[in-house]
């Protein structure tokens, strides 16, 4: 991403002039109105950001948005966001995708997108089901799963998006949360600083075709006993008064939950994804303890630095023009003159 | 080397084929061969022919890997029907390429490889060589091996590199039958054994020997001479089709000014594209190896839609995956250069062998209405300017272009005069750079009336902001929307702005101007169907050829030629895919040739044909 340019904008700047057609209730509204409240923090003229989405209600996003958008396919947003990226430095570029649009249909492009370290913000808005198609399970649905494509229910396991980019190698990984909008915020914040790949999970509510799928660590009543707020260098504690603790299990592997005990320290830099993907494993399909916030965020050179300096790097070496240059590429080799 | 002593005869063209063993360096050997060749100023057709599989088992007739080199006095259009010369490394490359030598022809074989062993492998009870089976040939027994390990005694290389110098001293040897310059081969050894200067030596050692071999031998009575062919001046390089398509491509970002993005997924035969692309960066070029053909195409167009030069190569079976971007590319109206350098398929076919069979998916194989623009190369150095006219098109009229190469022309070889740099087409684009609306707004699907292409306008340019997709848009705004008329206006404006497209004129080859059968080629076929065409008027007989570049849209003055022959003949590497479309956009019924082998059509094949029609309608 280019040095920002320090521009004045509102979120209002940042509203297209198109109608919003999400269903009313949607938690796509929450996710758009803190996005655009956010982009004016980046400081960067509306011009050089650009939205790339797949296929989906969410995928829907980059045309409320009055910046550069591109609606593309269903699955390939992270490939065509990966050729503008790498070939267009000067842009801040986001990618907005939906569970069965990242993790079905675009699985490959996305864990290749992470695994090159693109420098894409890749928003990952998780409803646990297929809005745009009325509703069928999606690769995070939960096993057994019952839904008009699966009437005796799903008989595949979900993905843990977190771990399956962990597992990709991404650099960042964060989760928030569609209603939380100063999480939500400070989670775009992370990720629009980090240089190469940012992969933010949001659960989404999709209160049409799978109503309350995050209740559990959203609703006042039970939030606290499920939800873990990760906060760098501070102790993973959480629940009424504190009361449980995240540890390393006594000869185990990765990390668990227990009443009282020493608390680990939270440190996203940790360089081995060990310790983040034992994070993201906290929770299971059921939500039972879910961490949100920044799991990982590691230094790591970009692909498009990399691609960028191969060309610099020849061109510097490189004399002429481009025109002198390509004769004589022409007449390399062996060639011969006829008089 | 001394001065030739021998009888010298003078033939006005010779077809030489190096055969053997995968591992046996023939392709390195007949690519020597033609450029000593093309320093002698011939004009040369090549064709190579290898397995698919890296290295077959030694010695079998799947491992067998040829070099067909013909080369003559005289301009020629291709690598020749059948060998004068057959260069056996073994007994498995006598084998697999004894059906195709006429009576009479020269087979020079490396006796040292004629065991019992090598012959059980490839079914030969007997030694073909003392059973009499090649008596109608003149065969030359060598032993190649033996007299190369001879030669390199002195020189302290091991045995292994020694044997495997013998492709060198065959080399020598044709080289010193036919006369050819050898300085440049010596300077290739220099180069490509740079880091092993005894291999150097090795090398050279046995390319002398196998010169001093015929020199001194009885067994070689005469050396042949061919003199050079009259050429149009200039200075020539030899280049082979996908050579010549990777440095159109970079003409291209030159003369556009534009940064090249190439994605593609590896793929034979198109994979010679990304390899020598990778190697010009300076020149803005950016490779990317994609994770498959899908992300090929999209990473392309994600450039594109930044404003570079955008382009996908493949074949067959990963234009099948990427044809829902490239319709994404049709309703984004956006600049994208897709090649296609066609294999045998369906499925993974025969990926070493050529056919025409992608035309189909080139013209229709996309969802919803969804047109472009198709061209096709008729030569190896017809990649380079077909490869201009691709990026000319999708620049100039915001359109994906396909581009339908094939193994054929992309693995061939000929000799190609070079162009001057600012005599190619100026591709310099215009980026939008402020709104285009009276009430100043900037609108997206406003076209050009010249060349109804919309704005490009690239992500980076203030007060343009807008947004697009592969939903339906509103004329001129690029809004969604569903309204039925507006659809129906443009799903029209979509096929009309690709039939607009000027292309030129087909041209008519007819000297006698009286033919009555006209022959209607595209793409590779266009050296064996010359050929035949020159074979039959040599004979008296009238034919006229005409060649199709342009598949979509097709030339405006097509319908009229057609209509002025009694009867028009398409030959194609496919069953009649080009006939099809003929046959339905100009109600005429033509006559389908179709040769499905893997193999391109040879000119004597197409002669017979056109001569029966001609004759007997
Ligand atoms: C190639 C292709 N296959 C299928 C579809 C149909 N389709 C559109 S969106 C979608 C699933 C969307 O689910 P998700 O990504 O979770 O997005 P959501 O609607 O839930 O936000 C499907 C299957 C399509 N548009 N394109
Ligand atoms: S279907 Fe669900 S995800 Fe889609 S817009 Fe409606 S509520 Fe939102
Ligand atoms: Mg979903």
Redesign the interface.
């Known amino acids: 991403m280019a040095d920002p340019v320090t521009v004045k904008l509102s979120s209002k700047d940042f509203k ?1 002039d ?1 109608e919003v057609r999400w269903c009313p209730g949607c938690g796509d509204y929450a996710i758009l109105a803190a996005v655009q409240g956010f982009m004016p923090e980046l400081g960067i ?6 939205f ?1 989405s797949g ?1 989906g209600c969410s995928s829907r996003f ?2 409320y ?9 269903h699955g ?1 947003a992270p ?10 430095p ?2 801040s570029v986001w990618v907005v995708t939906g569970d069965g649009d990242a993790l079905s249909i675009g699985g ?2 996305l864990i ?1 997108a992470l695994r090159r370290n693109v420098n894409l913000k890749i928003l990952l808005f998780n409803n646990r089901i297929y809005g745009l198609t009325k509703g069928q399970y999606s690769p995070t649905s939960e096993l057994g799963k019952i839904t008009k494509s699966t009437p005796a229910g799903s008989a595949d396991s979900p993905f843990n998006p977190l771990s399956l980019a962990l597992g990709a190698e991404a650099s960042f990984v964060a989760r928030t949360i569609d209603s939380d909008r100063k999480h939500l915020q400070a989670v775009l914040r992370a990720a629009a600083a980090h240089e190469g790949s940012a992969f933010v999970e949001i659960y989404q509510n999709c209160n049409i075709f799978n109503d309350g799928a995050f209740d559990l660590v959203k609703d006042p009543s039970t939030r606290d006993e499920h939800l873990i707020r990760l906060e760098q260098d501070a102790p993973i504690v959480f629940g009424p008064d504190n009361r449980y603790s995240v540890v390393y299990p006594e000869g185990g592997f990765g990390l668990q939950v227990q009443e009282g005990g020493t608390p680990i320290v939270h440190d996203a830099t940790v360089d081995d994804p060990a310790y983040a993907f034992a994070l993201t494993r906290l929770s299971g399909s059921d939500l039972g303890t879910t961490p949100i916030g920044v799991f990982r965020s590691v230094q790591r050179p970009s692909y498009d630095e990399i ?1 960028r300096k ?2 610099l ?3 510097a ?2 004399t002429g023009t ?2 002198e ?3 004589e ?3 390399a ?7 | 080397m001394a001065a030739p002593s021998k009888r010298v005869e003078q033939l006005d063209r010779v077809v030489i084929r190096f055969a053997g063993d995968s591992g046996d360096g023939m392709q390195l050997t007949g690519d020597r061969f033609t450029s000593e060749t093309a320093q002698l100023g011939n004009d040369i057709s090549t064709l190579p022919n290898f397995p698919a599989e890296i290295r077959a088992p030694a010695g079998t007739l799947p491992g067998v890997s040829s070099f067909q080199v013909h080369f003559a006095d005289y301009d020629i259009l291709t690598p020749g029907d059948a060998p004068n010369v057959l260069v056996a490394m073994n007994p498995a490359a006598l084998k697999a390429n004894l059906s195709e030598l006429p009576p009479g022809a020269d087979i020079i074989v490396n006796t040292d490889e004629f065991t019992k062993r090598n012959l059980a492998k490839v079914g030969y009870p007997v030694s073909p060589l003392e059973d009499g089976s090649l008596d109608e040939f003149a065969v030359h027994p060598v032993a190649l091996t033996s007299m190369t390990v001879g030669a390199l005694a002195d020189l302290g290389v091991g045995k292994k590199d020694a044997e495997r110098a013998k492709n060198m001293f065959a080399l020598g040897l044709l080289s010193w039958m036919y006369s050819r310059p050898f300085e440049s081969t010596l300077r290739f050894l220099e180069r490509k054994f740079v880091k092993r200067p005894d291999l150097v030596a090795a090398n050279k050692a046995a390319f002398q020997a196998g010169w001093n071999y015929g020199e001194t031998t009885e067994a070689f009575a005469v050396r042949y001479e061919v003199k050079p062919a009259k050429m149009p001046p200039g200075t020539y390089r030899n280049i082979t089709g996908n050579q010549a398509l990777s440095l159109g491509l970079v003409a291209a970002a030159v003369r556009s000014g534009l940064p090249l993005f190439l994605g593609a997924y590896p793929i034979t035969p198109a994979s010679d594209i990304l390899h020598e692309l990778s190697k010009h960066k300076r020149f803005g070029v950016t490779t990317m190896q994609a994770e498959d053909e899908i992300a090929a195409v999209g990473a392309a167009l994600g450039a594109a839609y930044g404003g570079a030069l955008g382009v996908t190569t493949t074949s067959g079976p990963g234009v099948a995956l990427k044809s829902e971007t490239i319709s994404l590319a049709i309703a984004l109206e956006l600049p994208l250069v897709i090649v296609d350098v066609q294999r045998a398929g369906p499925s993974t076919g025969m990926p070493t062998k050529t056919e025409q069979a992608d035309l189909n998916l080139a013209l229709f194989g996309r969802h919803g209405e969804a047109p472009l623009a198709v061209i096709a190369p008729r030569s190896p150095s017809d990649c380079f300017h077909a490869a201009i006219e691709a990026a000319r098109i999708a620049l100039t009229y915001r359109t994906p272009v396909i581009l339908l190469s094939d193994n054929y022309v992309a693995n061939g070889s000929e000799p190609w005069l070079l162009p001057a740099v600012d005599e190619l087409p100026d591709l310099t684009v215009t980026f939008a750079a402020e709104p285009n609306a009276p009430d100043g707004r900037f609108l997206p699907y406003l076209r050009d009336p010249e060349t109804m292409a919309r704005p490009w306008a690239v992500p980076g340019t203030p007060g343009l902001e807008h947004r697009i997709g592969g939903l339906e848009k509103a004329d001129k705004t690029g809004d969604i929307s569903y309204d039925p008329a507006n659809h129906e206006f443009m799903v029209r404006t979509r096929a009309a702005r690709i039939e607009a497209i000027p292309v030129p004129d087909v041209d008519v080859e007819d000297p006698s101007e009286a033919a009555r059968v006209l022959v209607l080629g595209w793409g590779s076929t266009y050296g064996p169907i010359g050929a035949a065409c020159r074979a039959l008027r040599q004979r008296g007989l009238t034919i006229a050829q005409a060649h199709l570049r342009h598949l979509a849209p097709l030339p405006a003055n097509l319908g009229e030629v057609l209509a002025g022959y009694d009867k028009v003949v398409v030959p194609e590497m496919n069953l009649g895919q080009l006939a099809a479309v003929i046959r339905a956009r100009h109600l005429i019924d033509v006559v389908p040739f179709n040769q499905v082998s893997g193999l391109p059509f040879t000119a004597a094949t197409l002669e017979n044909m056109l001569e029966d029609v001609v004759k007997n309608g």
């Open positions: 297209s198109q003229p509306r011009e050089n950001i650009v790339v296929i980059p045309y948005m009055n910046t550069y958008g591109m609606h593309s396919i390939r490939a065509i966001a990966t050729g503008l990226s790498a070939s267009r000067d842009l490959n492009h290749h691609v191969q060309v790097d020849a061109r070496q490189a481009p025109g240059m390509f004769t590429l022409l007449h080799g062996d060639t011969w003159t006829i008089l």
